[in-house]
C-alpha cells in the first residue's frame, strides 16, 4: 500500500469544486504534487470515483498524524518494530523536513 493512498481526505462535495477535480490540494489551495489514489463516493445515489491529489507539505503534515493515531492501534505496530503500513506513513511524514532543505544549486 502507498502511504497517500492511507490518508483520509474530505468529501468531494464538501470541498472546492478545483480540489475535488485535482486541480488543487485537498487540503489547501496550493498546486497538487501527490496522487492520493482513487477513491469511492456516492452522488445523487450513484457510487462514482475520484481522484483527489495533495501537495506535498499537506500529505506529509497528514501522514504524521494519521501515523500516530495508526501506531496506537496496529498490533503490529505495538509489538513489534512496525508494519508496512506505518513505514510508508513514517517515510512520507519524514520528508516534510527534507522537503524544506533545498540543494545550492536550486
Do not use: K, N
Not at 65 to 78: D, N, P, Q
Not at 84 to 96: N, T
Amino acid at each position: 500500500m502507498r502511504a497517500p493512498e492511507l490518508l483520509p481526505v474530505p468529501r468531494p462535495d464538501r470541498i472546492h469544486p478545483e480540489q475535488a477535480a485535482g486541480r488543487t490540494c485537498v487540503w489547501c489551495t496550493a498546486e497538487p504534487t501527490i496522487s492520493l489514489g482513487t477513491r469511492m463516493t456516492t452522488r445523487l445515489g450513484t457510487v462514482v470515483s475520484w481522484a483527489p491529489r495533495a501537495c506535498h507539505p499537506c500529505a506529509a503534515r497528514e501522514a504524521a498524524r494519521v501515523l500516530a493515531i495508526h501506531i496506537r492501534s496496529c498490533y503490529r505496530c505495538c509489538v513489534r518494530d512496525g508494519c508496512p503500513d506505518a513505514r510508508a506513513l513514517r517515510q512520507l511524514a519524514d520528508s516534510r523536513s527534507r522537503s524544506d532543505i533545498r540543494r545550492p544549486d536550486q
